[in-house]
């Protein structure tokens, strides 16, 4: 199973598990983390915006056209920022890091 590391916004590192096509939005409200996720994934919202770490980042499929538009809308929006119900996981991003974003 896929492994998450994911930084909170106090800086405390998290290692999370995730089943393959499960999205990392999912992964981080399962196991209680201040994220709001407003939508549930509907790609609606941009409340689940985090920072994924360069070293990642170009691994990633590109983002869709309607996730840049919901990125335009994101609080603190870094070159590596995403959304987190669009990246799924499968075992090619077994060990991804992610930064959470404020939820203010």
């Given at each position: ?16 598990s995730a ?26 919202c941009a ?45 090619d991003l ?11």
């Open positions: 199973m896929p492994v998450i590391h994911v930084t909170t916004t106090e800086g405390k590192e998290i290692d999370l089943d393959n096509g499960r999205s990392i939005m999912e992964a981080v409200k399962a196991n209680d983390l201040p994220m709001l996720a407003a939508c549930g994934g509907a790609l609606a409340t689940c915006h985090v920072v994924v770490d360069p070293d990642w980042y170009e691994r990633l499929q590109p983002p869709s056209e309607d996730e840049e538009d919901l990125l335009d809308t994101a609080h603190g929006l870094t070159p590596t920022s995403r959304l987190a119900c669009q990246i799924l996981m499968s075992d077994d060990g991804i890091r992610v930064t959470l974003t404020p939820m203010d």
